[in-house]
């Protein structure tokens, strides 16, 4: 099962976070301070999983951005892995070549467009890039506008 | 951007957004902030009526502001209002910004709740979609109490479209999730079941997750789920790749449906229908034969999806444990995983592998590939794959290759991480022991470990090694002389000094023959140490020096002028302060006699559980260590292996008397017999009717009877002690009168106490302890005084191969005149028995060899359990034990008065539990219980017919075991 989704840069702002455990706002702060720093300390020839406290990080990095999803110990690593790809490719479809700026300008909308996925593992495997191309056509869904960039 | 070019653009949303980008400082931006507040206040207070695409503009703009994290105390009433919208945009921020400010205020949430019913009731399936999301986002327990009874109708309802019974089982199970109790089961489980043939693959995805959450809770109510799961799952592993369409990726078919599929048939046990487990068995080949073929695309995506599958398969494989073929095929394509470059498939592959050891199938399998996990310990870059491979070496460890594990594992923790030593030390802890086949292995292996990582050695560890050297006698000489060369090396860990304190203590006189480790040399060794301890060190060795006044009475005046230095007696720490006084003051004041008496040599320990391994149970959590405890791999291990009370050491007491005199509440001897008979031998026999037959006419049966014939001048006699068989009632009848009659006729030569107290070792029934108190009643020293246990048949004390393991410590050789000798049996039950084991006692009197052979009063009934079981039970189990030769019957007179009360006492105190209401003549009595061996266990069921007029009985027992029938019968007729 998922407990968080996070994306942060590797300065540590957190561009993205996403809880489906109930976690305190201030120990949020504190988690993905250490989730970040325990991400950041590991080279390309470790592994992509982290054993932390009683549960895992899984983590692809992207650029500047770490993608880490926390795991009880049962989910299967390697869908977890490959889910957050799919995840990445859907969002470049959405904003054709996705960059930071997007994904924390994303965020403002991300509320509204996360109930698409209600829980990603949830749905994920409903073709995401599909799912990303019916967020396409309610392009309506998007309150930001252009100027934003 | 062609999403946001598409949308109505709110330009003046558009034209505040980059203001506030523009703002060069944080006042600048908080004064734009409250520019806007304002406005959108006066906008919300005006009289005129605001459009809905002002409205949601305006909202759209307070959210924005909330996400930079400002308060909002507004406009909620506005969103609310857009909720009612017929336009999609307005009411998805009013969706959206009730989801993000959810506020406990009552009076809104009535007005949510009555726009999200509308809204659930549209029939339109977008504005369905948002209202379920909205109830899933939000997922509080208001939102459950008021939809969680529609919901499930929604997803079952046939005109659902495919999106809306998605998210309705999405939001169904984010509700199940948050509250369990308001999800109402109902004949609507049924129809989610099937679901998982819909059309839709997003469906499906949805419904798996629902219901592989559901049915945790309700096994029952979902398990049709699992012939539909197989026949989804073999649909999909069986398309070609693009079949799929839409839901491959990169050339692999739904790899997330498929892993959820797997993972919801780990709920269940392996279908029970022939077809469909073959089906499945067929998939689950598909997917093993798919990883060895070429793969259809380069991309690393498409291999990941491909392994994802694979590695759920191999935990279902793992999971069903059934089928030998599968797993060995499942180890081997690990094994390839293992040398990949791929550090991720090297890490999962070295996981999956450890669940593989700990089954019997692939156990042998995995153990092929030692070789390459020593390797990955001893090269991988990645910490957290050698901790995997760390983890996987212990789970294969067994006893052929045990030796070289350890070693392996000895080595990887002079450069381990730190964080992770205290685990490595533990685990080699355990394999060492588990696996010893010589002690002084052991002990080399423990005494390594505290010199490499001395200070990751916890405290259970070294007791722990104390306990087997105290327990063993055929090590300790070797585990002095190691500790005192480990002693030798200039800076030893203070653990070292710990165990060597302790070892030579209690043993150094083992190793004083040799000048290089004569006592002084010892003493001065330890004392070199002394003053670079922590207070806890050095108040063990403490007790050990006062130990060596009396092992070496030659070190006595130097240790006493230790003892009376200032820094000992005036020393600021109370502990050694007390310490210091009371072993000066003992070491003047006792007598030689009184010395060697309180200083003895620490008794055995009780067998327990290993501490080590809870310990490392407690820090791996539950689970984690299951493939260590199980033993059915290795039968053999027994004895040592099994474990002992943790808790002996000197220091883990706090009071120092206590811990010295190193006797645990010792049972107080038993008073001599109060009357001298005339010379004869006291031939009291035990308290328990096991005992009794001795009374009886049957000679052979008769315990200790051999015990006459030695002549009335035998300084022997042996004496009950039935007090503490009282506290111990369970395999011991009430005391029997008749006994302490017995007893006082004793002899005023020699007597021999017995106890019996399994009482004291509570988990394992195989085990039972017994204490003998050896009495010289003469006035005369008795040498060579020498008792042993022996089973007929094999004449070696440790009888590990017969079928009761008894384990005793050597007795003092000389006993004084009026003196008293307490010897502790700790005695297991590795099978059924029919002789009792027999106690040999060889001693000198006067000069004279005398020699005793004692029946034990171990019978195999000792090792009963009761069990209570309803008549209906008791009558299919007799049925079930129906073949002549499990039967035993025996029609008898009585010999004693047929009284239903001691009757019962009687059946009770041979063990077996008394069933009321079995049998339909209220005369009879029915019993049940089970004999617990370590091999087997063996279900004894037993009826007693008493007829009152002929004083006859006839008694009736029935049991799996031919023999056993038979002579529980002989043993318990002789009692009536």
């Given at each position: 099962m998922i407990k968080f989704f996070l994306m942060v840069n590797k300065q540590g702002q957190t561009r993205l976070s996403k809880y489906y455990e109930h976690v305190d706002i201030n120990k949020r702060t504190l988690l993905e301070t250490e989730v970040i720093k325990s991400c950041l300390s590991r080279s390309n020839e470790q592994c992509s999983f982290i054993e932390y406290k009683d549960f895992k990080l899984i983590y692809r990095q992207y650029a500047a951005l770490f993608i880490v999803v926390g795991v009880n110990d049962t989910e299967n690593e390697m869908a977890i892995y490959e889910f957050i790809h799919n995840f990445v490719e859907v969002l470049d479809e959405y904003f054709s070549r996705v960059s930071e700026l997007d994904v924390s300008f994303f965020n403002t909308v991300f509320h509204g467009t996360w109930q698409m996925h209600?829980?990603?593992?949830?749905?994920?495997?409903?073709?995401v890039t599909q799912a990303g191309v019916q967020r396409c056509d309610h392009g309506s869904l998007h309150p930001g506008s252009p100027g934003l960039k | 951007m062609p999403a946001v070019s598409k949308g109505d653009g709110m330009r003046g949303l558009a034209v505040f957004i980059s203001d506030i980008r523009n703002c060069k400082s944080k006042e600048a931006e908080i004064k734009r902030i409250n520019k806007e507040l304002a406005n959108i206040r006066s906008k919300f207070k005006g009289d005129k009526a605001l459009d809905g695409y002002s409205k949601k503009k305006y909202v759209c703009k307070l959210l924005f502001i909330f996400l930079l994290g400002h308060d909002i105390d507004f406009g909620h009433m506005e969103a609310v209002n857009l909720l009612s919208s017929n336009k999609y945009t307005e009411k998805q921020i009013g969706y959206l910004f009730i989801s993000v400010l959810v506020n406990s205020n009552s009076e809104l949430i009535r007005l949510i709740n009555n726009a999200i019913k509308n809204d659930l009731a549209s029939r339109n399936p977008t504005f369905m979609c948002l209202a379920l999301h909205c109830i899933a986002n939000v997922g509080s327990r208001e939102m459950g109490e008021a939809f969680a009874a529609d919901i499930p109708r929604i997803l079952v309802a046939g005109d659902s479209m495919d999106s809306v019974k998605q998210s309705a089982a999405l939001c169904l199970l984010r509700l199940y999730k948050a509250s369990p109790d308001l999800v109402p089961m109902g004949e609507w489980t049924a129809r989610v079941v099937h679901l998982l043939n819909d059309q839709h693959m997003g469906v499906v995805t949805a419904a798996v997750s629902l219901i592989t959450c559901l049915c945790k809770k309700n096994p029952d109510d979902f398990k049709t789920c699992v012939s539909l799961a197989v026949s989804r799952l073999s649909r999909i592993v069986s398309s070609a790749s693009t079949d799929l369409q839409d839901y491959t990726y990169y050339f692999v078919p739904a790899p997330w449906l498929s892993v959820k599929l797997l993972r919801l048939l780990q709920?269940?046990?392996?279908?029970?229908?022939a077809a469909v487990k073959g089906r499945l068995v067929e998939c689950l080949e598909t997917v093993l034969n798919k990883a060895q073929e070429p793969p259809k695309s380069k991309k690393v995506q498409h291999s990941n999806a491909k392994n994802a599958i694979l590695f759920e398969t191999i935990s279902l494989i793992i999971h069903y444990d059934s089928e030998p073929n599968l797993l060995v095929r499942a180890c081997n394509q690990l094994g390839q995983f293992l040398q990949h470059r791929e550090t991720n498939l090297r890490y999962l592959a070295l996981e999956s592998m450890c669940t593989l050891a700990s089954s019997e199938f692939s156990h042998e399998a995995v153990k092929t590939h030692i070789d390459t996990v020593i390797n990955a310990l001893k090269t991988e870059r990645d910490v957290s794959v050698r901790q995997r491979a760390a983890d996987l070496l212990y789970a294969m460890c067994d006893r052929s290759n045990a030796k070289q594990i350890v070693s392996e594992m000895l080595r990887y923790l002079e450069t381990a991480d730190y964080a992770i030593r205290e685990e490595i030390v533990l685990k080699v802890a355990i394999l060492a022991e588990k696996y010893a086949v010589d002690y002084s292995w052991y002990v080399d292996t423990i005494l390594n470990l505290i010199r490499i990582a001395g200070d990751y050695v916890s405290e259970e560890v070294w007791y722990r090694v104390l306990q087997i050297v105290t327990n063993r006698d055929d090590v300790q000489g070797y585990a002095a002389k190691t500790v005192f060369e480990a002693l030798q090396a200039p800076a030893c860990h203070e653990n070292m000094v710990k165990v060597g304190g302790y070892i030579l203590g209690e043993f150094g006189n083992l190793i004083a023959g040799d000048p290089r480790s004569s006592p002084p040399v010892q003493f001065s060794l330890l004392h070199s140490k002394f003053h670079l301890c922590s207070v806890a060190t050095r108040a063990l060795l403490l007790s050990t020096y006062i130990k060596f006044i009396n092992l070496f009475p030659e070190t006595k005046a130097t240790i006493q002028g230790v003892l009376r230095a200032g820094s000992q007696l005036r020393n600021a720490d109370v502990e050694l302060q007390q310490r210091a006084v009371e072993y000066l003051t003992l070491s003047s004041v006792a007598s030689t006699d009184v010395l060697a008496t309180v200083l003895e040599e620490m008794p055995p320990f009780p067998e327990r559980e290993s501490s080590i391994l809870a310990k490392l149970k407690r820090k791996k959590g539950p689970g984690a260590g299951s493939a260590l405890d199980d033993g059915r791999r290795d039968p053999s291990s027994n004895d040592i292996n099994g474990g002992m009370e943790p808790t002996p050491s000197t220091v883990s007491t706090p009071s120092p008397s206590a811990d010295l005199l190193g006797l645990r509440a010792a049972p107080p001897p038993a008073a001599p017999p109060a009357s001298a008979g005339a010379g004869n031998l006291l031939v009291d026999v035990f308290d328990g009717p096991a005992a009794q037959p001795s009374l009886g006419p049957t000679p052979e049966e008769a315990f200790l009877s051999e015990l006459e014939p030695p002549a009335p001048e035998s300084p022997m006699a042996l004496l009950a002690d039935p007090a503490p068989a009282a506290e111990h009632p369970r395999h011991l009848a009430p005391p029997a009168p008749s006994g302490l009659s017995e007893s006082s006729q004793s002899s005023d030569r020699t007597w021999v106490g017995q106890r019996d107290s399994d009482?004291?070792?509570?988990?394992?029934?195989?085990a039972g302890r017994m204490y003998l108190f050896y009495g010289n009643k003469t006035s005369v020293q008795f040498q060579n005084f020498s008792p042993t246990v022996v089973h007929p048949g094999d004449l070696q004390t440790h009888i590990l191969s017969g079928p009761l393991a008894v384990q005793t410590k050597r007795v003092a050789a000389q006993v004084d005149g009026g003196a008293q000798v307490q010897q502790v049996l700790n005695i297991e039950c590795l099978r059924d028995f029919l002789t009792p084991p027999l106690l040999s006692v060889r001693f000198r009197y006067g000069g004279a060899p005398q020699a005793l052979t004692l029946k034990l009063p171990v019978t195999i009934n000792k090792f009963f359990q009761p069990t209570e079981m309803a008549a209906q039970d008791f009558f299919q189990r007799w049925k079930q034990l129906s073949l002549p030769q499990q039967e035993a019957q025996k029609i008898f007179k009585a010999n004693h008065p047929m009284d239903a009360e001691v009757t019962k006492a009687k059946l009770l105190g041979f063990g077996s539990a008394l069933l009321d209401n079995v049998d339909p003549n209220p005369e009879n009595f029915v019993g049940a219980g089970i004999i617990q061996t370590k091999a087997l266990q063996v279900g004894c069921l037993l009826r007693l017919e008493p007829n009152a007029q002929a004083q006859m009985y006839r008694l009736t027992l029935r049991t799996s075991k031919e023999p056993v029938s038979r002579h529980l019968c002989e043993l318990l007729a002789q009692q009536f």
């Open positions: 209600s829980g990603p593992y949830q749905t994920r495997s409903c073709s | 709920c269940y046990p392996p279908p029970e229908d009482g004291a070792l509570p988990p394992p029934p195989t």
